[in-house]
């Protein structure tokens, strides 16, 4: 297949101008009071498909926020492409934290992005990369390369836990009838070391409430005769984990899948260096689960963190008093073979087993989702392996990442089809953060590289 690198570069300025301008909508899937920008940016997605050469696109409306559907059949009898990718983004906050407005997107250079960066909320997750999709697209229809059919599903409701996907895949089987799934929205090592995402981790999301006394007290007058929430509560997270940074729940590793030796030791050929960690993080060591290595803690162990606490009083100056109620938001991060739900289960039994005499505790369990691995010998894996090979002149790294997209295990069991994780974003790009971005190196490799898998996974079908 001809490289797309002259038509990128023709054309390059026109398709930052459109992210830029998909970037300006807020579309926070969290906070309803975005609800008519989610659906604008949805009208925007469906525009596009439409341009780049999608015969058919449709708004699918779900009990949630819609999903923008599009296809282009050239032939049934050629290998179907799915597509997938979400249009919605994290809530900007901190906003104070941000060096640009978070809806203005501006280019800046920084050390790993000489060739400029877009800076907003969604350039990389997952606007950005959802967009070379499109533009891939694009390329491929106008200068009658598209060698199979495809089809695109994009969503608004990710970074929320994909209710409304959840149901659409259910009753969509046919419809959504592919050969392979294809996502850009996890990472890359280093832009001079590709690498492909071969795993996600689960998850298990859950609130705690501790309730002590019916009401706050005088920190003085009651302070030492009754439990107080916040102290109690802090008391029972900080026993999850043991000393050596293993959790502490009952069962929480009876599935954990060990990997071998021989996975082991390919693993740790992935470069890492621990100076340039902690340096980028402005930390003095690193910490975690004794006898891993980092690389290993934030992919293949499973993890339990407090996203969130509050409780008592946070106001200006001090306010003496013991507050009636205290609470968490807790994530973990799960491993093959963990089961989600059976997780959930766990956790809410033995947080309430260690609940001393004098609280109530409450567990409420948010979204979840199954963990996910792509194998290396699947036809998919090979195509994006060699489709990188073609644009980056290097065989490309199987790696396994520590984020989460629930719903491609869910696609795995509904559609039967493997999931090829082509991210180019880098851990760096600050994706959740304030000053999220998108190195524009990145964009349009993405744009140059997704039209090659398509060209490889079709020859390799034959
Ligand atoms: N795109 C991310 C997931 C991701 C990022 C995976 C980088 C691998 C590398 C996705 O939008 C996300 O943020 N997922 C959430 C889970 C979701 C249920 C809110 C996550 O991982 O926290
Ligand atoms: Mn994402
Ligand atoms: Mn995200």
Redesign the pocket.
Known sequence: MKSAKPYIEEHKQRFLDELIELLKIPSISADPAYKNDVIKTSEAIKTSLEKAGCDHVEICETPGYPIVYGEKILDKDLPTILVYG?YDV?PPDPIELWDSPPFEPVIKVTDLHPEGAIFARGSC??KGQMYMHIKALEYMTTTGQLPCNVKFMIEGE?????EGLVWFVKRNQEKLANDVILIS???MIANDIPSI?TG?RG?SYVEVEVTGPNRDLHSGLYGGAVANPINVLTKMIASLHDENKHITIPGFYDTVEELSAEERAKMAEVPFSKEAYTKALDIEDIYGEEGYTTNERNSIRPTLDVNGIWGGYIGEGAKTVIASKAYAKISMRLVPDQNWEKITELFTNHFKSIAPKGVTVKVTPH?G?QSYVTPIDDLGYRAASKAYEATFGKTPIPQR??????IVALFEKELKSKTILM?F?LDSDA??SPDEHFGIWNFLKGIETIPQFYHFFTEMSE
């Open positions: 979400h994290q997750d997952d990710e970074e929320v836990g994909s929205d996890t990472g995402t996600l998850l979204h989702g990442s520590g984020g989460s997209i629930p991210g974003g994706i959740h």
